[in-house]
């Protein structure tokens, strides 16, 4: 049924008002407020639209749930109606509104009645949000009592944070932000929140509840953060770029990016191809062996050995990686210097899991998906399940082989041998030949060359397990490799089989939009024509200057910070300081974006189509390949712009080699950043990013290098030793986090370096603020919220980690990954701050504020 045209005002309440915002439904509103009354404060205070402007008041509106705001006269005015339709008399709908209840938000009452409200909030805020929004009257039903209360309310003036709006001062010294800006994060500070729950027993519930609650993870996803939301919005604005026309003046990059993208698209064409650009591949590498039966034993010697293998993985365009990793790297102790580097593969399921065997239900799900594949590519079912066993076991055997992190604790992956060298240590293998076929002829490699064996623990393993493994199956499982990469650009069937076995792993129950999917493809691999595009169309350059603000602030804190620390001996403390001065910084996309010629001589070796995508990849491959071998004699321009040319990425990132940091255009917006809010959010998200980067330059990895990104011990003797106590503090504290729903503890060792620049990152976020403070005095908390700008602060910070995710990637991610789930990134670095305690008064000894606190920076 149709709903009733429905009208209510709203204004900028300008008199006395105490409002009780339990919000019980027919109860009269007499006992909230005194509508009349303000009804006429309202109209008789002769200020425009109560304090409003248009577009404010239209967005409040929104924002509470009516389709429309706008003024007549003194007031702002709340609508589901078109304009047309909106009775002149405000008078004659107050009379029938008997039963209305008022909420306040945002410094704003606004009538409500019990039906209609849900369907009214269903729309786009409840959309872009990824927010499942049951009503708003639920929500605000949850809301803790009293929520605010404003006496002697008065207009002071125009705000300085958003040019067109008005400020209301709740009380002398208490004065609230009602500008448009203000309102808007109200509402999303807000309605993510619990505050039933007691903030200082688990802090991450009370600022993140309310998300939990209503957000719902749909079956293409695998989870909902402030990440993925922004990654969403920035996906949907490339979207719009990538599908305009090519123009016939379009610069390379450009044209380049969209024809990649029109050809991701092009499902048709994919579909009809199915298997067959991938077999023509497969043909030429000699075939794959379990499609091929008794045939491929009749395969050249040559074709049979792994190494023959890379090379003509390296002539079709395909990644040499899967039984080493193979690649030109910097000099660790000379960062300005290139060598080729041999390192442990990356496989296709995390190794320590890919370790536990054919038990471990994942890797149980990977041998049933390489079966099915092989079996959909031609292959009989039962020969599939043979073969494709032993290509399995090859894997996880190889797996076995991995030694990477204790090379890296033990530092002892520097390891410089010639060609000549490897040849005597390694002699199965003519090295000479296989580096002079795989890199550019132009090098003139020889005997001499010296070749980075990162760890050397794993060549002598996968040697020895080369030696025991039947040609066919190292074969079966090098072009495997070749198939599972290519999956992703192939039809649809395949790429159930895909879906299937990922789902293992990451729960996602359905692919994600084709749309979507493309934006990625060209975003990830074509990073700086798709940053380029971006920042020319979105951003704007005012959240550079700020961000840059935020990151001299944040890093004299840091200064500070360090200055104070009684646990360093001078010498180290000096060290530690002159590594901080010099991390260079990147905020948003380096000026060369501005020039298409410059970007242009990124792509030169590229070329696509619209109508192969799965020949561009081979291209793009190719194409990344010859540009990073070319590069081995040419010195390392330290912080290369193309380096820092992915805009389009909502993530930020510390370089060790390079000492840097960067902040891509893409995070600075959204729950990240917003030039015209109060600056303490600022601080407390993108804040807390750029504090986190800084300090991973002095985690248990970052403290190895020194401040030109040479891997080089700059610390002396002693000091070494009170890092090593004050981190295991840190790994001790989040090994005793337990994850609910997974039961699973939390991994502190492996967590160690993303936990520490936590710490130390809101530590420096929170004094920055204080700095800013001191420069700009005082600013304005927000209404709807009784909570003052700095508990405000560790309330956005928390934000930052508000997340709902699948169980499945949530104990992948505890297992596998270096960042502790959401929850702890907040529970464990609020319970180690002396300052959250204090503005959230939380007693010693509870959960939040603990006795014992962990603190490295
Ligand atoms: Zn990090």
């Known amino acids: 049924m149709r709903e009733s045209v429905r009208i209510s005002w709203s204004c900028v309440i300008l008199h006395a008002v105490i409002i009780n915002a339990v919000f019980a439904f027919n109860t009269a509103y007499a006992q909230y407020i005194q509508p009349d009354k303000n009804l006429e404060a309202c109209q008789s205070s002769r200020i425009p639209c109560g304090g409003h402007t248009q577009a404010s008041c239209s967005r409040y509106c929104v924002m509470v749930g009516y389709s429309s705001g706008f003024c007549d006269g003194s007031c702002c005015l709340c609508s589901n109606a078109p304009a047309a339709q909106i009775p002149t008399s405000i008078n004659s709908q107050l009379g029938t509104g008997g039963s209305t209840t008022y909420i306040n938000i945002g410094g704003l009452l606004v009538p409500m009645k019990q039906q209609g409200f849900a369907s009214i909030m269903g729309g786009s805020l409840a959309q872009s949000y990824n927010l499942t929004i049951p009503t708003l009257a639920t929500q605000y039903n949850h809301l803790k009592t009293p929520s605010i209360s404003i006496p002697q309310t008065q207009i002071i003036g125009r705000d300085d944070i958003d040019n067109n709006d008005i400020i209301v001062s709740s009380s002398p010294g208490k004065e609230v932000c009602m500008s448009e800006a203000c309102g808007s994060e109200a509402w999303n500070i807000k309605s993510q929140m619990d505050e039933k729950v007691d903030p200082c027993d688990d802090f991450h519930a009370f600022a993140c509840g309310g998300f939990a609650r209503n957000t719902r993870i749909e079956k293409d996803q695998t989870e909902v953060t402030q990440f993925t939301i922004l990654r969403d919005k920035v996906a949907s604005q490339l979207r719009v770029l990538f599908e305009e026309n090519i123009s016939p003046r379009e610069a390379k ?58 090379v003509w993985f390296k002539e079709l365009g395909l990644n040499l990686d899967y039984f080493m990793r193979i690649s030109v790297e910097q000099d660790l102790q000379n960062v300005e210097k290139r060598y080729i580097t041999i390192g442990e593969p990356a496989l296709n399921i995390n190794d320590e ?64 041998m010639t060609i000549k060298q490897m040849s005597i240590q390694y002699p199965s293998i003519p090295w000479l030949e296989f580096f002079q076929r795989i890199m550019p002829a132009s090098l003139g490699i020889t005997e001499k060359e010296i070749i980075m064996v990162s760890v050397p623990r794993y060549l002598d393993c996968f040697f020895e397990l080369v030696a025991k493994t039947d040609p066919r199956t190292i074969t079966n499982y090098g072009v495997w490799r070749v198939v599972s990469a290519s999956v992703s650009y192939l039809h649809k069937s395949a790429r159930s089989l895909q879906l299937e076995f990922m789902s293992t792993i990451t729960g996602q129950k359905q692919m994600q939009p084709r749309w979507k999917e493309c934006t990625t493809i060209v975003q990830t691999n074509l990073g700086n024509a798709a940053g380029a595009m971006y920042i020319r169309r979105y951003f704007n350059d005012k959240a550079k200057s700020d961000a840059l603000e935020m990151v001299q602030d944040i890093r004299r804190a840091f200064l500070e910070i360090l200055n104070e620390n009684d646990w360093m001996d001078s010498y180290t403390k000096g060290m530690a300081r002159e590594k901080a001065q010099e991390i260079s910084v990147h905020i948003g996309y380096p000026e060369e974006h501005k020039s298409d010629a410059k970007i242009a001589a990124l792509y030169a070796q590229f070329d696509f189509k619209e109508n192969e995508y799965y020949g561009n990849i081979l291209n793009l491959v190719s194409g990344a390949i010859s540009s990073s071998f070319g590069s081995l004699r040419q010195p390392v321009k330290r912080s290369e712009w193309s380096t820092h040319g992915k805009n389009a990425v909502v993530n930020a990132f510390y370089l060790p080699l390079e000492n840097s940091i960067q902040f891509p255009a893409a995070i600075l917006q959204g729950h990240f950043f917003n030039a015209s809010r109060p600056k303490y959010l600022n601080y407390a998200s993108i804040g807390w990013v750029i504090g986190h980067e800084i300090t991973h330059g002095f985690d248990d990895q970052g403290h190895q290098f020194d401040k030109l990104g040479n891997y080089k011990n700059w610390w002396a003797g002693s000091t070494k030793q009170t890092f090593d106590r004050k981190k295991q503090c840190i790994i001790d504290q989040y090994s005793s986090f337990k994850s609910h729903s997974t039961g699973l503890n939390l991994n502190g060792e492996k967590s160690q370096g993303e936990n520490i620049a936590d710490n130390g990152g809101i530590k420096q976020a929170y004094r920055g603020y204080e700095y800013w403070l001191a ?51 907040v529970r464990g670095t609020f319970a180690n701050s002396e300052e959250f305690a204090r503005d959230f008064q939380c007693q010693r000894g509870k959960r939040m504020n603990p006795v014992k606190k962990c603190s490295v920076w």
């Open 775 to 825: 420069r700009n005095g005082r600013e304005k908390s927000l209404a709807g919220l009784n909570y003052s700008p700095k508990q405000l602060f560790w309330i956005s910070a928390a934000q930052n980690w508000c997340t709902v995710q699948r169980d499945e990637i949530l104990k992948h991610n505890i297992l596998t990954g270096v960042h502790s789930p959401g929850e702890f990134r």
């Open 253 to 310: 990059p450009f044209a380049l990016a969209k024809k990649m993208y029109k050809s991701c698209m092009n499902t048709g064409l994919i579909e009809r191809l199915g298997f067959q650009p991938l077999k023509k591949v497969l043909k030429e590498l000699g075939g794959w062996p379990v499609l091929l039966g008794n045939e491929w034993r009749s395969a050249p010697d040559s074709w049979q050995k792994w190494e023959n293998l890379v």
């Open 353 to 416: 899991v890919m370790k536990r065997g054919l038990n471990e239900p994942v890797v149980n799900a990977y041998y049933k998906y390489m079966v099915e594949m092989a079996v959909q590519m031609g292959a009989g079912r039962e020969q599939a399940k043979r073969e494709m066993l032993d290509a399995a076991n090859f894997e996880i055997n190889m797996a076995k082989c991995f030694f990477r992190h204790a090379g890296t604790k033990s530092g002892n992956f520097y390891n410089p």
